[in-house]
């Protein structure tokens, strides 16, 4: 069996295998990109290479293209390479995009189906917590809530985290509003000396917040925040459903996968991970 000659060096190229260089270049000078973004969006042609596992003269050819381009810089003191402007456009760009609601759709779809338990994505509006997207399963829990419907700051899962883990002082302004109106009762569900500075550990703590019975009789809920591109919270996802088959525990099977569907969403947004 006689194998096929090498192509000479003054052979041409295949179109197919043409196509293939370019997409490996392509690739490549993607890898650096990414790279230089992920060290936080400056760094030494060493630590680059390094991070990228390619060759100091190889990152360096590709930092040179990148710079024609306009997608990265030097600093003539340091020789440190950072983003350029055109890579800022494009950053800007996205973010003007990103969409916390869009990016949590296909999250309440997979809680939907996968546990088949209501759920909802809501945003902090001007009177708290507002749903904004609601996805019900085959067998709908009965709850007086829907898309526009503001939830409690500090008797909901929702609330509790944006309270807990969203700084921002109109935030602690409703929660404490809503403790200076709460019933004697209600007052009994949260920490004697600081409620809602209780809370706000529990939260952070966990990373998530968890009910049962507070906000709806009979129903139980936990919830976790999604982040944007600059690390705030931006959106909370929630699951709910009937408390004597609804798992709230901040460890349990249900809390785990709405914490897992609210990073999926944050990545989305560009939050880092």
Request: aromatic residues 4%; glycine residues 8%; charged residues 20%.
């Amino acid at each position: 069996m006689t194998s096929s000659p090498e192509p000479s060096p003054s052979s041409p190229a295949s179109p197919a295998r043409e196509r293939r260089q370019r997409v490996q270049s392509a690739e490549t000078g993607m890898a650096v990109l990414k790279g230089l973004a992920h060290l936080g969006g400056r760094s030494s042609l060493t630590a680059l290479s390094t991070h990228v596992a390619e060759s100091p003269a190889k990152v360096h050819r590709y930092l040179a293209s990148l710079m024609e381009a306009g997608l990265v810089l030097q600093d003539a003191a340091s020789q440190h390479y950072y983003l350029g402007t055109e890579a800022i456009q494009i950053g800007l760009a996205a973010m003007r995009q990103a969409d916390p609601i869009r990016a949590a759709e296909p999250c309440l779809i997979r809680l939907r189906e996968s546990l088949e338990v209501t759920c909802f994505v809501a945003v902090m509006g001007n009177k708290g917590p507002t749903i904004v997207r609601f996805e019900e399963p085959g067998l709908p829990v009965t709850v007086n809530v829907r898309a526009g419907s503001v939830m409690s700051m500090l008797w909901s899962a929702t609330g509790r985290a944006f309270l807990g883990l969203l700084d921002e002082s109109r935030v602690l302004a409703l929660a404490e509003q809503e403790l200076g109106e709460a019933t004697p009762e209600m007052r009994a569900q949260l920490d004697a000396k600081d409620p809602i500075g209780h809370l706000r550990r529990e939260v952070r703590q966990a990373h998530c917040a968890s009910v049962k019975d507070t906000y709806l009789r009979g129903i139980s809920a936990v919830a976790a925040p999604v982040y944007d591109y600059a690390g705030r919270v931006c959106a909370v996802i929630t699951a709910l459903g009937a408390t004597g088959g609804f798992d709230p525990a901040i460890d349990g099977p249900i809390a785990t996968a709405v914490r897992q569907e609210a990073r999926a969403a944050s990545a989305l947004l560009g939050a880092a991970a």
